[in-house]
């Protein structure tokens, strides 16, 4: 079945450290997108891509990294210069103008 | 003023109440649009796409769209308990070069039993 993986679901990161979220699709979807969600607010863009080797800054991209290698990865590490990284992450693809899929998340929590 | 704007409820309906979720944008060159349904705790799942003015039907769900007044709404009718979770309204607005979907801070429903 096709779809879009995340992993790990759950993930515990230490001050300072940086930690890398896996996100791989079978779809075949040219764009790939990050999301951040805190509790009780919507969906924030953190990066996305649209083809192979080339993303783009969303509205909160501030310590966090991506790469795009392969149509169908597309890493997000959080890095120790995002001061607040407890959140909910959500990978998303999409095909031209149509709505999103999302992967099943990664909840991400400092310790 | 926010691109996407939902009431952030809760909203409360009775089993078997038509539930009422509106969505306003600002953006007046916003061609698709889509609502989104999320479970505590889970990722967003797509329930309808709604792309040209006036009703799009699919079993107990009808999106409705008026672009000239810029809104958008979701009608759930024979409302379950199921129903109940958190529901996003999305547009891709005009502006950009990307198919990145704004969303709204999402209306939270709780059906009644």
């Not at chain 1, 597309?74 to 031209?96: D, H, I, M």
Request: proline share 4%; hydrophobic share 30%; glycine share 8%.
């Amino acid at each position: 079945d096709g779809g879009i993986t995340q992993s790990p679901k759950y993930l515990f990161r230490k001050e300072g450290q940086n930690v890398t979220l896996s996100c791989e699709q079978n779809l075949n979807h040219d764009a790939m997108y990050w999301y951040r969600q805190d509790p009780g607010q919507g969906l924030r863009l953190i990066y996305y891509s649209q083809i192979v080797n080339d993303f783009q800054k969303g509205d909160i991209a501030e310590g966090y990294s991506v790469s795009r290698e392969k149509k169908e990865s597309f890493p997000l590490t959080v890095t120790s210069a995002q001061k607040n990284p407890t959140a909910f992450y959500l990978c998303a693809s999409s095909r031209q103008q149509y709505g999103y899929t999302f992967g099943s998340g990664t909840r991400l929590t400092v310790v | 003023q926010k691109e996407v704007e939902q009431n952030s409820g809760p909203l409360s309906v009775p089993e078997g109440a038509i539930a009422s979720l509106n969505c306003t944008y600002s953006d007046r060159g916003s061609q698709s649009f889509f609502w989104y349904r999320q479970y505590s705790g889970k990722s967003p799942e797509l329930i309808m796409s709604i792309y040209s003015n006036g009703d799009k039907e699919d079993g107990r769900f009808t999106a409705q769209l008026n672009k000239a007044s810029q809104y958008v709404s979701l009608l759930i009718r024979d409302s379950q308990p199921s129903d109940s979770a958190t529901y996003l309204c999305a547009v891709i607005p005009s502006s950009g070069s990307a198919r990145q979907l704004t969303f709204g801070s999402g209306t939270q429903l709780t059906v009644l039993p």
